[in-house]
């Protein structure tokens, strides 16, 4: 049974940087993909970025600005937010799936974190 556990997010400033982690357990081999999703209350959950064994996909939205990393031997990810705005605050939620190709559709994975939240203020 795969098991996230999302850290890092806080309040921050308009135009800082803030990295959030998620660790992962039961993560039986390599072919998992891993991916950061986000919500504000009454929208859609939002897929930003995600990495597989055989790359990377980004959001358009957020392209340039947030990054991804992947900690091989811990299981761990994660994300690198810059140039932050107002408009990033959300929930942010670490997500799974057996696959080596990424998707940013929210649907297509069956592992998430408990999420960790994110203000960002002008």
């Known amino acids: 049974q795969v098991h996230l556990v999302e850290s890092g997010g806080g309040s921050v400033h308009a135009g800082e940087s803030l990295r959030l982690s998620c660790t992962a357990s039961?993560?039986?081999?390599?072919?998992?993909?891993l991916a950061w999703f986000r919500q504000v209350p009454g929208k859609a959950r939002e897929g930003l970025i995600c990495?597989?064994?055989?790359?990377?996909l980004v959001n358009d939205r957020v392209k340039g600005r947030f990054t991804i990393s992947r900690d091989h031997p811990t299981n761990a990810v994660s994300l690198q937010m810059n140039n932050l705005t107002p408009e990033d605050t959300a929930t942010y939620y670490c997500a799974a799936r057996q696959k080596t190709t990424c998707v940013l559709n929210s649907v297509s994975y069956d592992s998430w974190g408990q999420g960790t939240h994110v203000t960002v203020s002008s």
């Open positions: 990495i597989a064994r055989v790359g990377t």
């Open positions: 039961g993560l039986t081999d390599d072919n998992w993909a």
